[in-house]
């Protein structure tokens, strides 16, 4: 299950078990989105903002939220430009991430 995948599953899940986004929401959120493999700093940053987001914007419906989640996340996502340099001898690039998320398979189709 891809890291996508497993957030959307995640997340599903939450915001079928809360009805509000109260403290125990972003509580749970920020466990979800760590266990989702998207690092504690992140997590805790995301939540952060999400929260402040809600409170600012007066947001209630779990579509609201649910929104406001998938912009936050989008925007933590966008990184600029994908380009790569590969004119300088030797090229390196370095892949990390955490198991299972398809290292060895892409270094494969590259």
């Known amino acids: ?14 915001f079928t078990t809360y009805t509000e986004a109260d403290e125990a929401f972003f509580e749970e959120l920020e466990e979800t989105l760590i266990l989702s493999d998207f690092g504690m700093e992140i997590a805790v940053e995301t939540v952060e903002k999400l929260r402040e987001k809600v409170r600012k914007e007066k947001l209630s419906s779990q579509e ?36 299972g998320v398809g290292k060895t398979t892409s270094i494969g189709k590259m």
């Open 1 to 14: 299950m891809g890291f996508f995948d497993k957030l959307k599953k995640i997340t599903t899940n939450l």
């Open 64 to 99: 609201e939220v649910r929104a406001a989640l998938r912009e936050i996340i989008v925007d933590t996502l966008n990184v600029g430009t994908t380009e790569v340099n590969v004119s300088t001898s030797p090229c390196v690039f370095l892949f990390i991430g955490v198991n």
